[in-house]
């Protein structure tokens, strides 16, 4: 009984710390409208990007370099700073007297807000069982899309006073804090919680020549492909679905409705996708998910009259597109050992911020160039491609079932399942 409550405090507090950063990726851009209208920031749309830009980059300094700590001083430490790191520099941003230091502040919170999302997965993937690890991360990483909706939803209440937006992701990051160091524990190297740490020595000799190594080389180039490629095609349609729709002919109000659609399949997505995972196989499954990700991006680059069959499209969209980087994700935690799972999870998901960075940016520029429609489709579904490929050539990890819970998956040959 104990185990069941010590697992589901694991759970909701990994949950709420993915949450947050859904929260803040979507904090800034409805909050938009309003930090123009501030009298000391003077915010202009140029500034909005470098500031956008500038958050993501520390977001990916933070998962590339914070998170890999957490295989020497354990998931608990790092989990517990990182989200306290976002929270202190977030509830400054009120307080910020002109645009440099707001950017400043957006750094360093993302510093903290990288290393939350990959080190709660890695929690998540040791405390369950070997065929519930897929499940483990899409189910988490639903809390990525509740908080997406969250600050949408505040930032209209809020409508000019978007500090309200940011004092609401800094003292919730607080809350969970102090509830993380009275009930979330340690998880060791043996997939079993722990009380005392990582037991395995060696993770202090884990670098990123580890991931390059022979034996890791192909499936490490291939997530890193296929995560660039997932990460892309997230940030760039909850930053520019809207206006993509807009440029195709319909309304504005739709076309913010769509965003909300769009992250409603993706948590129907994250919950499907997992339990075909661990029931089908992880490779199998992250191909179909690219696959059907590309198609329905492409349908979305034809006017489409009927408005119930476009919210189905978009809602189907966000169902594969959104949950096919979770997926490659469970790939890393099914497809490393141990000793490295941690650091290979961090700097996968830091590589995946560069498309983080790339998928609005080039949109951006599509939508500079006025054409946006259909071209703006066109590339998210070439992404989906990509990512698609990437993953084929990964070397498959075979279904789990319960009987193989105490042996990690092996890695076999691209045509297995």
């Known amino acids: ?68 700590l957490a295989d020497v001083i354990g998931r608990r430490k790092v989990l517990i700073a990182s989200v306290a790191t976002f929270s202190v520099f977030t509830l400054l941003l009120p307080l910020a007297p002109n645009y440099q230091v707001f950017a400043g502040l957006r750094l360093f919170a993302g510093f903290g807000l990288g290393a939350c999302m990959p080190t709660a997965l890695t929690a998540m993937a040791e405390y369950l069982p070997v065929h519930r690890r897929a499940r483990a991360n899409t189910t988490t990483m639903t809390g990525y899309h509740f908080g997406a909706v969250a600050a949408s939803l505040l930032a209209i209440a809020a409508a000019q006073n978007w500090r309200v937006v940011f004092i609401g992701g800094g003292v919730v990051g607080l809350a969970l804090v102090g509830i993380m160091l009275f009930k979330l524990t340690e998880t060791g190297s043996t997939g079993t919680p722990e009380t005392t ?34 990460l892309l095609l997230v940030y760039g349609l909850n930053t520019w679905l809207p206006r993509l729709m807009e440029a195709a002919g319909y309304n504005m109000s739709a076309s913010v409705t769509m965003l909300l659609v769009v992250n409603a399949g993706g948590i129907a997505g994250m919950l499907l996708a997992g339990y075909l995972a661990d029931t089908r196989g992880v490779s199998r499954t992250v191909l179909v998910w690219f696959g059907a990700g590309a198609v329905l991006l492409a349908l979305l680059s034809i006017r489409i009259t009927s408005s119930v069959l476009l919210d189905v499209i978009i809602f189907f969209a966000g169902v594969f597109v959104f949950s096919a980087q979770v997926l490659v994700y469970a790939y890393v935690t099914h497809s490393y050992p141990d000793r490295i799972r941690g650091a290979a999870l961090g700097i996968t998901s830091g590589v995946g911020r560069l498309g983080a960075i790339t998928g609005p940016l080039f949109t951006g520029v599509l939508a500079t160039a006025g054409v946006a429609y259909p071209w703006g489709f066109y590339f998210f579904a070439a992404a989906a491609v990509l990512g698609l490929v990437a993953m084929a050539a990964a070397p498959a990890v075979r279904r789990v079932d319960e009987s193989d819970t105490h042996h990690q998956p092996s890695a076999s040959h691209p045509g297995a399942s």
């Open 1 to 68: 009984m104990d185990n069941t409550r010590t697992l589901s405090w694991q759970a909701i507090l990994c949950w709420l710390t993915v949450l947050l950063e859904g929260y803040d990726m979507v904090a800034l851009g409805a909050s938009s409208l309003a930090l123009r209208h501030s009298d000391t920031l003077h915010i202009t749309d140029s500034r909005l990007t470098v500031i956008s830009t500038i958050t993501l980059v520390g977001v990916m300094i933070g998962a590339v370099c914070v998170t890999p």
């Open 197 to 230: 740490g990582p037991q395995d020595h060696d993770a202090e000799k884990v670098t990123l020549l580890d991931l390059l190594r022979p034996k890791f080389l192909g499936r490490t180039i291939a997530v890193w492909i296929s995560t660039f490629m997932g």
